[in-house]
């Protein structure tokens, strides 16, 4: 199976940062489990992901962007593209905020 390289940009590691702190304020249990499981789902995009779905945001940028879903309910947001052998995280954000734009 063909592995990718997985490239956090800046951008998406502060909003992770920005989120965690939210959560560590309100429930710092659960802001524990929540690094760790956006953590473990970014990193397995190492494997497959162009089986995750092309974000709608996606036409408004220069080049695909894909979503991959985090969480039940309204779940965390997190896009990325594909360049060859790399996944380049571009952004993260809940899924009860607006669509992003460019």
């Not at 965690?20 to 309100?26: I, K, R, T, V």
């Not at 962007?65 to 052998?85: A, D, M, N, S, Y």
Request: proline share 7%.
């Amino acid at each position: 199976m063909k592995r990718y390289r997985v490239v956090v940009t800046p951008r998406a590691m502060d909003d992770i940062r920005d989120a965690y702190e939210w959560f560590l304020a309100e429930n710092p249990l659960h802001a524990r489990r929540w690094l760790d499981g956006i953590r473990r789902r970014i990193l397995a995009l190492d494997t497959l992901p162009e089986s995750h779905p092309v974000a709608p945001e996606s036409d408004a940028f220069d080049r695909e962007v894909r979503q991959l879903f985090i969480g039940r309910g309204t779940p965390w947001r997190v896009f990325f593209t594909i360049e060859r052998t790399t996944v380049h995280v571009l952004h993260v954000r809940h899924g009860s905020r607006d669509h992003w734009c460019p």
